[in-house]
């Protein structure tokens, strides 16, 4: 492994590190409560400031830049979530004998064959609703007979 390859591996592993450790911080109660007392500060200096632009700035800046970067953190951290929940579940359809194993990595189709397969998987639905109704109407009279 060559020295560049070397060094976006060890930027990789610290922007994966650094974005789980800040969503981890950020979706805490501290940070609702010190973002409420942010605010807090801010609006009960408003007077002491003369409900000024610049006072107006400082809240509308703030906001705007860590939303922004929240952004980019909070996608990063959806996009390796929703790759792990991908490869759980192409692990249990690969495991479980009677599963399709052609629905594995299916997040890769073409909006087309995405279709499809749900249209499939709609009747396949309908289709075990149906049994399981027709399998209770039989077992009913059997209960109702032993019941009297």
């Known amino acids: 492994m060559d020295a560049k390859t070397s060094d976006q591996n060890r930027l ?12 981890s911080a950020m979706g805490s109660a501290w940070a609702f409560f010190l973002g409420i007392f942010i605010v807090v500060v801010w609006a009960a200096s408003g007077k002491y400031f003369h409900y000024s632009d610049t006072w107006q700035l400082v809240i ?16 990063h951290t ?25 629905l594995i990595q299916m997040e890769s189709l073409p909006d087309e064959e995405l279709n499809e397969l749900e249209g499939e998987l709609k009747k396949e639905r309908e289709r075990a609703i149906r049994e399981k109704k027709r399998a209770a109407s039989r077992t009913q009279p059997g209960r109702a007979a032993k019941r009297s």
């Open 60 to 75: 509308n800046t703030g906001t705007t830049i860590v939303t922004f970067l929240m952004v980019f953190l909070i996608q």
């Open 12 to 23: 990789k592993a610290f922007f994966h590190r650094f974005a789980f450790l800040t969503a």
């Open 78 to 102: 959806q996009n390796r979530d929703m790759k792990i929940t991908q490869m759980k579940l192409d692990e249990l359809i690969r495991a479980v004998a009677e599963a399709r194993t052609d």
